[in-house]
């Protein structure tokens, strides 16, 4: 499969959606019990940075803003996309993608802000859906050089580029590492089509696959804290439902079961609960549901009148960041407080932006802290 029919077929997640945010972490308690940081720094809800990918200036770049959404920096500027942002672990740099190079797609990585960028993949071809190991030490990353979408890791520099993958002309993608660093899962999708989930150890000796499904189409990781279990969303009735898998006890487990479809789980960060994307509102449109592992205490987060898009946990798991559709204009990152279902918007109301993940915890602010941090937080509840 070449680079230019591999970036059309999949980089319509990313057109859709505009994708690429990377969101700091934010907690709601006023004196909340979370400890992040070596040197046991309390979680402060209002000190921190978002980091989103946004097409307000025509093509999407990244930016950077506080939590109240009053400081904003552009980090990116280009007549091409860059997306596909993530936090180093450290927060010292930022990890994306980039089509700066005459559409060609690159890895880049930057300082937080915005200085230092450097192109680490220098490929010819497809190179993206780059990951950290969450030591920082490497960086996962699929790539057609060899001719298949194959799977790579190097070191944090771009140097050291080993192959993980075989088997071509299968596709690896989604490329996830478990918390622990000892382990990657991905999809490993064949010429028909049709997915499974697998797992390969950090060298690349070992390859395990963890569902058989001939007929399904996996995909969407979200390892467990702990790196025991996995969440994935799999079609293999014509719609899509979510999986859990077990590594302890090598066994599957169908953890939804509708005609409504399913998708995108995501572990809260303590473990205990799964917030997932699902249809199955009166409307049909694609809302927030949370659940616990085994399926049960199901609850209905967001208003069945917009469509969202994907969500993470809040350091905390106090609240929730996610996508909507609300204004009518685009689509803005919302922020939603658990214990009192109130929501806010965080991201400009210009342009389109999505899927935020959370921003190491105790790294130094390239912005300043929140300048009012009371009047801040009663108006995020209001």
């Not at 980091?51 to 506080?66: M, P, Y």
């Not at 007929?215 to 799999?234: F, I, R, T």
């Not at 590594?247 to 487990?253: M, S």
Request: charged fraction near 20%.
């Amino acid at each position: 499969m070449g680079s230019a029919k591999y970036q059309s077929k999949y980089q319509h997640w990313y057109y859709v959606f505009i994708v690429a945010i990377a969101l700091v972490a934010t907690g709601c308690s006023n004196s909340p019990d979370v400890s992040y940081s070596s040197q046991q720094n309390q979680y402060d809800p209002l000190s921190t940075q978002l980091l989103f990918v946004s097409n307000q200036d025509g093509d999407r770049e990244i930016f950077l803003t506080n939590f109240a959404g009053d400081e904003l920096k552009q980090l990116t500027y280009n007549n091409r996309d860059d997306y596909d942002a993530s936090w180093s672990p450290d927060g010292q740099h930022i990890l994306f993608t980039s089509l700066r190079d005459n559409g060609n797609s690159e890895i880049y990585t930057m300082r937080v802000d915005g200085s230092q960028q450097r192109n680490l993949s220098n490929h010819a071809g497809y190179d993206g859906q780059a990951r950290w190991s969450p030591d920082g030490q490497s960086i996962v990353f699929n790539s057609d050089r060899h001719g298949g979408i194959g799977l790579y890791l190097m070191s944090a520099n771009g140097e050291h580029v080993k192959r993980l993958s075989k088997d071509e002309p299968d596709s690896y993608v989604h490329p996830a590492w478990s918390p622990n660093g000892k382990w990657l899962s991905y999809s490993k999708v064949r010429p028909n089509g049709k997915s499974n989930i697998w797992i390969v150890n950090s060298d690349g000796t070992i390859h395990q696959q963890l569902s058989t499904h001939l007929k399904s189409e996996e995909g969407q990781v979200h390892w467990s804290p702990d790196s025991q279990k996995l969440l994935y969303h799999a079609r293999r009735n014509r719609i899509y439902n979510i999986y859990l898998y077990d590594l302890t006890a090598n066994t599957e487990r169908q953890l939804t079961d509708l005609k409504a479809a399913d998708s995108r789980p995501k572990w809260s960060n303590k473990g205990d609960k799964i917030v997932f994307l699902s249809t199955r509102g009166p409307l049909g449109r694609t809302q927030l549901f949370t659940m616990k592992e085994d399926g049960s205490q199901l609850k209905s987060l967001t208003d069945a009148r917009y469509q969202v898009d994907d969500a993470i946990w809040q350091l905390d798991d106090n609240a929730l960041f996610f996508v909507s559709w609300q204004n009518g204009q685009g689509s803005n990152v919302y922020w939603l407080e658990l214990s009192t279902d109130k929501q806010r918007a965080i991201s400009p109301a210009k342009g389109y932006q999505s899927q935020p993940i959370p921003e190491p915890a105790a790294l130094p602010k390239f912005l300043s802290k929140v300048r009012n941090p009371e009047r801040d937080m009663r108006s995020l509840r209001q």
